[in-house]
């Protein structure tokens, strides 16, 4: 159903009082009134954090000494508590707060009582095995209910939660662990993924055998497969929790304290482990949530993100919850057991809020429209988008075969470090496929030029945010000077996002892409150090490099340039080589970093200082002419650049 006349104009009315930029006009006043909705953003926050449940009230809003902030200084609360125990006192408690879809056609429901129950009984398994307030918790599990319930049960006790993707290695589940020296893991003896059985415990097993600070790993029956048990150290969820209580009161949390850490890649080789604190990023989340969506009591929302991104977390977990939402989960992919599946459960659960991936999307207008015609969506209201840019035809194509030409798109910008939407439309905004249109209430984000100042329209500059949110990043987890190198110092005393982006003659923004040496994945985050690295140590490589090339479903997907040790390789096993190092990068990273393509080569193109020249690597890449070459390397030149290619391999799918 779309939005009543009645309810656009509710609906502007209530962001008017807050913010005016959010309507068509010439960027100069675009600019300024921002500025004017900045002056009274404390008070705004403030407003919106009155609307979580505090133990204790905070004495200061904000407290900023740059780049660090603390928000509602003093306050006290508790996550868990917020998304759940304050709903027990009215209605919702029997209103389904979770509905689960299994990959193989298994269904569960749980209303907001008997999630509240579930995730009692699991922090009461926790703390009986040593899990205490502050205590790091590795979460490595598919898209199952029990992974939300762990969320919610560490985050009751004030154990920060370290949520690794279900998708990743052993190796990358190693590295985050041993990052945080975490003593508990919690994960599953099996998944399933277009009906291939994923050996999820074998994995941790693999990962285990170098990380030694893990005393006891929990373990959920969902494949009910036969797997190893270590005596002493694995439990099973399934029979600690007939064992537990209901009862587990919520630790009282400093608004600072840490909720979770997540890892995002960054421009190195080490992924980067952000830190997110209690009370500024529940604020952040439950308000993002309730006004981007307008977010009604009856309404049934789907976000398609797996609970090991930060999309997961914040609008698929926190921001839901908070506002008494009754969510959908989905364990397997689009196209299982056929390309209509989430279209199937969209009508079956009568979805009225979709937001999903421009991947997701541009991979359902490849496939067509066939898949849609047998399914009433006429349920859904709203559609959002997230992760990287989308581009205008997918956009389109989203509005008319999904929302029926009547559901307003939220195309909305923000990243792991940001922890909420920053840049967005509202209900009731007038669109324009492909822009994000402008900054959330509350939020000051500009695009300026490498020097801080602020860029025309049309030119093409950098997302910079010039004023703290609640739910800004306070650190990376172990690395504070990382920190300020990373976010803070590229242009000084601005938040720097990485992305670029341009206003248009309305003062919209276009979001660009990223300008840093991180790869847009279907939206996840892939630095292209962290891809080098790990080529560089199979025995037979003797340097790498990286780059995202465009894609016309992934948005971006990652080519590697490789170049060999002398007489390690003979001609004639050179394609079947690039598919060994591929396959080395799953089993280091995960699927999700396979190169689209790998080009052996003799030699790399660099300047005459030895810096590999990456827009010539694009080029190729992508088929087009080869620009400017002055600055290669005495002694290159086009002709020999091309000629030093050895074999290509590309995937097939």
């Not at 690794?164 to 662990?177: H, T, Y």
Request: a negative charge; one cysteine or more.
């Amino acid at each position: 159903m779309a939005l009543t006349e009645q309810e656009r104009n509710e609906y502007k009315q209530k962001i008017t009082n807050i913010a005016n930029s959010f309507q068509s006009k010439k960027a100069n006043d675009h600019l300024r009134s921002r500025t004017e909705e900045a002056e009274g953003r404390l008070e705004f926050w403030q407003e919106r954090a009155s609307t979580l449940s505090w133990f204790q009230k905070w004495d200061q809003v904000l407290e900023w000494s740059y780049p660090d902030a603390r928000w509602f200084v003093n306050g006290k609360l508790n996550a868990s508590y917020n998304c759940l125990d304050r709903h027990l006192d009215s209605w919702k408690k029997n209103k389904p707060a979770l509905i689960f879809e299994g990959e193989k056609g298994d269904h569960k429901v749980y209303t907001y009582k008997e999630l509240h129950a579930e995730v009692n009984k699991f922090a009461n398994v926790l703390k009986s095995r040593g899990v205490h307030k502050g205590e790091i918790v590795t979460i490595y599990m598919p898209m199952i209910p029990e992974a939300i319930i762990a969320m919610l049960a560490c985050a009751r006790l004030g154990a920060p939660h370290n949520v690794v993707f279900g998708g990743f290695s052993p190796e990358a589940l190693r590295e985050r662990i041993n990052d945080t020296k975490s003593r508990f893991l919690i994960t599953c003896d099996g998944a399933y993924r277009r009906g291939n059985l994923l050996r999820v415990k074998e994995n941790v097993c693999a990962a285990l055998k170098e990380a030694d600070s893990v005393e006891k790993v929990f373990i959920v029956k969902r494949a009910n497969i036969d797997i190893e048990i270590i005596g002493g150290r694995d439990i099973w969820y399934h029979e600690a929790m007939e064992e537990a209580g209901e009862d587990c009161p919520p630790e009282i949390m400093d608004s600072e304290d840490m909720l979770f850490v997540l890892y995002t890649s960054g421009s190195t080789g080490k992924p980067k482990g952000i830190v997110h604190t209690t009370g500024g990023y529940l604020t952040g989340a439950s308000t993002t949530l309730e006004y981007v969506f307008n977010m009604k009591q009856d309404d049934v929302y789907w976000c398609t993100a797996d609970v090991g991104w930060i999309t997961g977390h914040s609008y698929l977990v926190y921001g839901p919850l908070l506002n008494g939402a009754t969510i959908v989960m989905y364990e397997g992919a689009p196209d299982y057991p056929s390309k209509d599946r989430y279209w199937e459960i969209v009508q079956k659960h009568g979805v009225t809020i979709l937001y999903t991936a421009p991947t997701a999307i541009r991979t359902f207008m490849k496939w067509g429209v066939s898949y849609l015609e047998k399914w009433d969506l006429s349920s859904l209201r709203i559609l959002g988008t997230v992760g990287e840019p989308i581009n205008p035809e997918a956009w389109n194509w989203f509005h008319k075969n999904i929302g029926g030409g009547r559901c307003p798109i939220m195309d909305t910008w923000w990243q792991t470090e940001t922890g909420m939407i920053m840049i967005s439309p509202l209900p009731g905004t007038n669109l324009k496929p492909g822009s994000c249109v402008a900054p959330f209430p509350g939020i000051k984000a500009e695009i300026v030029d490498k020097s801080g100042q602020p860029v025309a329209p049309g030119e093409k500059g950098f997302i910079v945010i010039t004023e703290p949110w609640p739910s800004m990043l306070r650190t990376i987890y172990n690395d504070h000077e990382r920190f300020k190198q990373t976010y803070w110092n590229t242009i000084p005393g601005v938040y720097y996002a990485g992305d670029g982006a341009k206003y248009d003659e309305d003062g919209y923004f276009w979001v660009l892409g990223r300008v840093d040496d991180v790869i847009n994945v279907s939206g996840h985050r892939i630095g292209t150090a962290e891809v080098e690295n790990i080529l560089i140590e199979h025995p037979v490589v003797a340097e790498a490099a990286c780059i995202g090339k465009n894609h016309e479903i992934k948005g971006q997907a990652i080519v590697a340039f490789v170049t060999l040790r002398e007489g390690v390789c003979p001609d004639s096993d050179l394609v079947e080589l690039a598919e060994e190092l591929k396959k080395h990068i799953v089993l280091r990273i995960g699927a999700i970093a396979r190169p689209e393509d790998i080009y052996l080569t003799k030699e790399l193109p660099k300047t005459r200082s030895g810096k590999i020249i990456r827009r010539i690597l694009r080029d190729i890449a992508e088929g087009r002419m080869i620009g400017d070459t002055t600055t290669l390397d005495d002694g290159f030149n086009l002709e020999e650049v091309m000629k030093n290619i050895l074999v290509s391999s590309k995937n097939e799918a």
